[in-house]
């Protein structure tokens, strides 16, 4: 996968993807295995934004029963299944527990009808998942076994647990890089680093997007018969900077946070433990006066989430502020009381924004926003998709591609299907298998790369490419190398965060982000005051993650105001 701005100017394609988020990338892999001539452009990174900021749960939809919603519950299903079959090395089996009282909306007489009802439903969910991803049928487990599970966080007098299958996304990051290289593979153009900044607008069609390469520093036009605004929370904006009408905008958008803790807290699997509503959901059939926090453990640290902040406007900070944090941690600490968390734990958080609901601006939408066409999106050519979870990603992409199919339709003289252009890139042949290739170091490429390990692989010049490149880390150097060359790596924090997983836990260490600033110099050629400076921004950046001091702050109200208790206090002064 090669960057080639300049190439892009001399082609018409078939469709232009604006957003290279887990929906676009989604939405250009649909259009290219379609046949059709494909660009996907990304301002940043790929996966940048909300994608990789997430709790890790590809979820089926096990919620929904609660608003009888079988259908949005099909359609997550589906998504999971589409995501364990694309991706398999990438997800796994997560054994997830609600613990549950004698009578109420949380009784064994109510989950455990909703278990068989959630399997009935997911009948398919393992239809053509590789063995390691197949999710088993869910159960009720006696009071013992529930409360041991529980130990690790609380205390509780539970008289039963239900016990469900999701899987877990062992890489955000990779999991939305993972469709941009396949399609890159079909012969889609990507390039990151390219942001669209108007609509080329003619007869009341579009017919492409004038961009600027962030690198080159210069105005692009990108020429195509459809463009598909897959921006997120900028969704519908290039519409309107156009002048055209986009009624289909959020008018507010919601910022969710979840906390990466610096420990395991000792859970076989995701727990989900009760606190407080702060917000009503009216479509819920069952209505209930608490919502769950979800533990979810991941390698040596364990997640939380979810809280949420509504935001007056789409623009999006780089992480959140530092009293949502507080109050946040405060929460989680309060649930969980045996697992004694502190302001030390938090090291790092995921943060993005999320469309709100119409009727409920401090709820997230339940369903994605997707306008096609003059009528509803302002301009024949023009299909606006504003997902609204990374797990509806595979199905709206399948909604869309039948829109820009209608729109291609519409074009006078249009021929539908195009032979895609030749691929971008180099290409190693599958059977040649580099030298002193342990079977340790096979086994760590194949877990994160699948099939495309060799081509990793094949970047050692020696035994030292295969070598670890620091102390306490099992990332290989080969590793660097083909991010750097092959996947599109720009810049260092696209390499640590979103090639190597590498802030996974938090700040990797000095000698970590050292080595890949090392790596990164020599291949692309940085100065050596570039180096210290990426070096520098990156460990900035991880300490905003972590606390929230120096984060911009956005227009927002909070659902509850901060309590000054000795979490929250230890938070403001760490």
Not at 223 to 248: E, M
Request: proline fraction near 6%.
């Amino acid at each position: 996968m090669r960057r080639d701005v300049a190439a892009l100017e001399s082609l018409t394609f078939d469709v232009a993807v604006v957003g290279g988020g887990i929906h676009g990338a989604w939405i250009a892999l649909r259009a290219a295995r379609a046949g059709l001539c494909v660009v996907l452009l990304e301002r940043g990174d790929f996966g940048a934004g909300t994608s990789a900021n997430s709790l890790r749960i590809v979820h089926g939809g096990l919620r929904y029963l609660q608003h009888l919603d079988l259908a949005r519950m099909r359609r997550s299903i589906a998504a999971r299944r589409a995501f364990c079959r694309e991706s398999p090395h990438l997800v796994a089996p997560l054994p997830c527990l609600l613990p549950l009282q004698g009578a109420g909306v949380r009784s064994p007489w109510l989950l455990g009808p909703a278990l068989v009802a959630n399997d009935v439903v997911a009948w398919d969910r393992n239809r053509g998942v590789a063995i390691a991803a197949r999710l088993p049928r869910g159960r009720l487990l006696g009071a013992a076994e529930c409360r041991r599970r529980l130990a690790p966080l609380v205390d509780l007098r539970a008289s039963a647990g239900a016990l469900w299958w999701d899987a877990i996304a062992l890489d955000p990051a990779r999991l939305a890089l993972e469709p941009v290289l396949a399609a890159a593979e079909l012969g889609a153009a990507v390039a990151n680093r390219l942001e669209a900044r108007a609509l080329l607008l003619a007869g009341g069609r579009v017919h492409g997007v004038v961009a600027v390469d962030r690198v080159a520093r210069r105005d692009v036009e990108i020429r195509a018969d459809v463009v598909v605004d897959a921006t997120g929370p900028g969704g519908g904006r290039l519409a309107t900077l156009a002048g055209l009408a986009a009624p289909y905008r959020p008018p507010r958008w919601v910022g969710a946070l979840n906390l990466v803790l610096g420990r395991r807290l000792a859970l076989e699997g995701g727990v989900a433990l009760g606190a407080a509503s702060r917000r009503a959901d009216g479509s819920a059939w069952v209505k209930r006066a608490t919502r769950e926090l979800f533990f979810v453990p991941h390698g040596a640290t364990t997640l939380v989430g979810t809280d949420y902040l509504t935001c007056d406007d789409d623009a999006d900070p780089a992480a959140p502020p530092h009293d949502l944090i507080a109050r946040f941690l405060d929460e989680a600490a309060g649930v969980a009381p045996r697992a004694e968390l502190t302001a030390k734990d938090v090291v790092a958080t995921h943060w993005g924004l999320l469309p709100a609901e119409d009727v409920a601006p401090d709820v997230p939408r339940k369903s994605p926003t997707l306008v096609a066409g003059a009528d509803a999106a302002g301009a024949a050519g023009l299909v606006v998709a504003i997902g609204e979870k990374l797990t509806s990603a595979p199905d709206l992409s399948a909604r869309v591609l039948a829109c820009v199919r209608r729109e291609l339709g519409t074009r006078r003289g249009a021929t539908v299907a195009r032979l895609a252009p030749a691929p971008h890139g180099r290409t190693q042949p599958h059977e040649w298998i580099p030298p002193s290739c342990d079977a340790a170091v096979e086994a760590r490429l194949r877990r994160r790369y699948g099939t495309r390990w060799l081509q990793v692989a094949a970047h050692a010049d020696g035994p030292e490419g295969l070598q670890a490149i620091a102390p306490g880390t099992d990332v290989r150097g080969v590793e660097i190398l083909h991010a750097l060359r092959e996947e599109m790596a720009l810049g260092l924090d696209d390499l640590v965060l979103r090639r190597l997983g590498l802030g996974d836990a938090g700040h990797p260490g000095a000698a970590v982000l050292d080595a890949c600033a090392a790596a990164a110099a020599r291949e692309l050629g940085w100065s050596e005051p570039a180096r210290r400076a990426a070096v520098a921004a990156l460990d900035q950046a991880f300490e905003v993650s972590r606390t929230g001091l120096g984060a911009s702050s956005p227009s927002r109200t909070y659902h509850a105001s901060v309590r000054a208790s000795p979490v929250a206090t230890s938070m403001r002064g760490a």
